[in-house]
Nanobody, 120 residues
Framework: LQPVESGGGLVQPGGSLILSCAADLDDYAIGWFRQAPGKEREGLSCIVGSEGRTLYADSVKGRFTISRDDAKSTVFLKMTGLKPEDTAVYYC?????????????????WGPGTQVTVSS
């Protein structure tokens, strides 16, 4: 089942947003990625299994937090300390391997994306 993202929008520098990804949750990796205009897709974070093993890219470590709520079939990405360079379309991906990875090529299903714009 294709995941669906929500929660994007316009936020001022230093602000926060929480993105949601409605998806079928299982014991495999679920990841958050982003792509800015003219740039390659970037893996941000992933979470694996009900025990919630996590992995973060250096660019967002300490600012972004991934979590999952199995009862709601939702994975969240809490973003704080947002910067203009965080502006991008953010994607949720499911169908990953049973281990943490930020390689988008290892995920099978992608959502349509949600726009995040950080600007004053």
């Amino acid at each position: 089942l294709q995941p669906v993202e929500s929660g994007g929008g316009l936020v001022q520098p230093g602000g926060s947003l929480i993105l949601s990804c409605a998806a079928d949750l299982d014991d495999y990796a679920i990841g958050w990625f982003r792509q800015a205009p003219g740039k390659e897709r970037e893996g941000l974070s992933c979470i694996v299994g009900s025990e919630g093993r996590t992995l973060y890219a250096d660019s967002v470590k300490g600012r972004f937090t991934i979590s999952r709520d199995d009862a709601k079939s939702t994975v969240f990405l809490k973003m704080t300390g947002l910067k203009p360079e965080d502006t991008a379309v953010y994607y949720c991906a499911t169908g990953g391997p049973p281990r943490a990875t930020l390689d988008g090529g290892e995920y099978d299903y992608w959502g349509p994306g949600t726009q995040v714009t950080v600007s004053s």
